[in-house]
């Protein structure tokens, strides 16, 4: 299975400052029709996941374009340029490439 | 509008068995492949379960396999978990998702397995 780990677990950042979390995956996620199927979700508290980004860099329609992924083969990034309250949370990231998929352990976003 | 509606969740004892359903709207179902993701109390997203579209391929967590049956009506837009044997480490909400990169996802329902 593919482990995807995810730095750091707790991120207390000040409203209007950046945020970044890091994922890594033990095994390459190009797929063999060459895409990379990485997808970052939030879930707000009491709320159930929400995608985000999908093959790594691609904002679902509705998201605020301050948030961003980018990232290569085994390392991504999520950043929010500026973090707002609603941006509360827990962030995971996801690897679609290989069964069984497999989530990090997840972020939690907070306000200091 | 692409809507997921969980149900059947609710409190079962150790052993027993439990069937969810997710019926959906405002999508082709029949050629989406749809997917169970469970999060126990207070700990991060598990995959479960997923179901092709246009095969019958089905895929399974080794954590649920032999145990849960992943099926779906495509004539009534409806997605089911048929839950056998379940254990209390199964206590989790259940979340419905949508295509092989979970775009959507519904509101969940709470399994709880205890004596």
């Known amino acids: 299975d593919i482990v995807m780990t995810q730095s750091p677990l707790s991120l207390p950042v000040t409203l209007g400052q950046p945020a970044s979390i890091s994922c890594r995956s033990s095994?390459?996620?190009?797929?063999?029709?060459?895409?990379?199927?990485l997808n970052w979700f939030q879930q707000r508290p009491g709320q159930s996941p929400r995608r985000l980004i999908y093959?790594?860099?691609n904002r679902e329609s509705g998201v605020p374009d301050r948030f961003s992924g980018s990232g290569s083969d085994t390392d991504f990034t999520l950043k929010i340029s500026r973090v707002e309250a609603e941006d509360v949370g827990v962030y995971y990231c996801?690897?679609?490439?290989?069964?069984?998929?497999?989530f990090g352990q997840g972020t939690k976003v907070e306000i200091k | 509008e692409v809507q997921l509606l969980e149900s059947g969740g609710g409190l079962v004892q150790p052993g027993g068995s439990l069937r969810l359903s997710c019926a959906a709207s405002g999508f082709t179902f029949r050629r989406s492949p749809m997917t169970w993701v469970r999060q126990a109390p207070g700990k991060g997203l598990e995959w479960v379960s997923t179901?092709?579209?246009?095969?019958?391929?089905?895929y399974y967590a080794d954590s649920v396999k032999g145990r849960f049956t992943i099926s779906r009506d495509n004539s009534a837009n409806t997605l089911y978990l048929q839950m056998n044997s379940l254990r209390v480490d199964d206590t989790a909400i259940y979340y419905c998702?949508?295509?092989?990169?979970?775009?959507?996802w519904g509101q969940g329902t709470l399994v709880t397995v205890s004596s």
């Open positions: 179901f092709s579209g246009s095969t019958s391929n089905t």
């Open positions: 998702t949508k295509d092989w990169n979970f775009d959507y």
């Open positions: 996801m690897q679609g490439t290989q069964w069984p998929r497999t």
């Open positions: 093959e790594v860099s």
């Open positions: 095994q390459s996620l190009v797929h063999s029709d060459g895409n990379i199927y």
